[in-house]
């Protein structure tokens, strides 16, 4: 039976990639229906829902889906953008993409961020002699996808409630004379459950994979209770693998070593915000946003993506110039959930093949300003990029 893949393009630059990604699974040889679903900032503009329920019921049927990318609008311009007829009746914007992974528990946010040889985007390093080293980038981050700063248990003046029970903590005297009217507060929860769950994938993706180390990269001596949850049953889950070491940074100093060292780290694990700060981090080093993909796993739905959003300001250009290498990455990665890992490895060979070769490059490649003029300087149009992606295919081994 034919596979069913629910394809979620959403805004912006999301609609231009993930249809060249069904190319390039096309020209492999994946043989599948994609099943057009609705998400993002129209819906949430004309039905005061950006992630449709018709979008979770075609997801809860058909369980594996494609995602481009949505465009996410701070609180105000998001009333301001909901149609007349919908405003004023108290309802609240949400990211999609967040959602769907609270829906669907997409509680394991794997994003692999590797080196492709001859990319011209790859980080370098001064070095003594006066030329340079290029690290050779090979970290997977695991980011924890449901809980964390982005649950979404959060208030503008929060009720008395909320505010009573955080008066329970010593803490609150600091704030004891500011009015609930003027305070925001966004939570930090980590459960044991979920914080297991991400720190154990992540051991067993280096095991699999034959990486030698795994960070659980935290703040424990700030956040002494959630990271200091996480750093602990790091510490114990890491028992169970005598051949993976563990360390532990904190996020500020990963910043920091991610340009001082990246080619030492293999997996790192996170919550939710700080995974999604080290994944961009690394990604800047293999090559930026088009180049950076992931994959958003639960125990029945998984849904893959580029890490980049929806760029707006590229989206009317036509031809188009953006890259679309992450999310072809992201299909290779939904091949490789479904045991097609033959037809992921031939797309992946025919990705470094292009880059290598580099005759054939996007805008970002070329490091040129984005708009309408990178084709006089010789960068390709996203479809082009595809093109020779599929002419570069090896045969089927
Ligand atoms: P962005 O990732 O959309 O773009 C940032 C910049 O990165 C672009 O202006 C462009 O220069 C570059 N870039 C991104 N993708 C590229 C590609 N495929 N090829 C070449 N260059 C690329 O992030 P930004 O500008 O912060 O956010 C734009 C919108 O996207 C916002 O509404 C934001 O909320 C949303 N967003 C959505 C995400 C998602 O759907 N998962 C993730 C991140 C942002
Ligand atoms: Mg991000």
């Known amino acids: 039976m034919k596979r069913k893949i629910v394809s979620m393009p959403g805004d912006g630059i999301g609609k231009t990639v993930l249809p060249e990604s069904i190319r390039v699974l096309n020209a492999v040889g994946f043989d599948a229906e994609y099943i057009h679903a609705d998400i993002g900032w129209d819906f949430w503009c004309n039905e005061g829902n950006p992630l449709p329920q018709r979008t979770i019921d075609l997801l809860t049927e058909h369980k594996v889906g494609l995602f481009g990318a949505i465009t996410s609008k701070p609180k105000a311009d998001a009333e301001k953008e909901l149609n007349p007829s919908m405003q004023g009746k108290g309802l609240q914007y949400f990211s999609p993409i967040v959602g769907l992974r609270q829906k669907f528990g997409l509680d394991i946010v794997v994003r692999p961020c590797i080196s492709v040889k001859g990319n011209p985007l790859n980080f370098i390093m001064k070095n003594n002699n006066g030329g340079f080293d290029e690290p050779f980038v090979n970290a997977v981050i695991f980011r924890q996808g449901t809980e964390g700063l982005y649950a979404g248990v959060e208030w503008t003046n929060p009720p008395k409630v909320v505010r009573d029970a955080l008066e329970t903590n010593s803490k609150m005297k600091a704030f004891k004379d500011v009015p609930s009217e003027e305070m925001a507060i966004s939570t930090r929860i980590v459960t044991r459950k979920a914080s297991e769950r991400i720190i154990r994938e992540a051991f067993e993706y280096a095991k699999k994979f034959g990486y030698t180390n795994v960070t659980i990269c935290e703040k424990p001596n700030v956040l002494r209770e959630t990271s200091g949850m996480m750093l602990s049953l790091a510490k114990q889950i890491s028992n169970e693998y005598p051949g993976i070491a563990l360390w532990d940074t904190n996020i500020d100093a990963q910043m920091m070593w991610l340009t001082k060292n990246p080619e030492i780290y293999g997996v790192i694990v996170a919550e939710n915000m700080f995974g999604d700060i ?75 093949k292009v880059v290598l070769d580099g005759k054939v490059r996007t805008y970002d490649m070329m490091k040129l300003k984005g708009g309408p003029d990178v084709f006089k300087h010789g960068a390709c149009t996203t479809q082009q990029m595809t093109d020779e992606i599929i002419k570069s295919l090896p045969n089927p081994s």
């Open 278 to 352: 080290i994944s961009d981090a690394f990604a800047g080093l293999i090559g930026g946003l088009g180049f950076a993909c992931s994959a958003n796993i639960g125990k029945e739905v998984a849904v893959f993506e580029p890490t980049h959003g929806s760029a707006p300001k590229y989206e009317t250009l036509n031809p188009s110039i953006i890259n679309p290498i992450a999310m072809i990455l992201s299909a290779c990665m939904m091949l490789d959930y479904l045991n097609e890992k033959e037809k992921a490895d031939r797309i992946r060979k025919a990705i470094d």
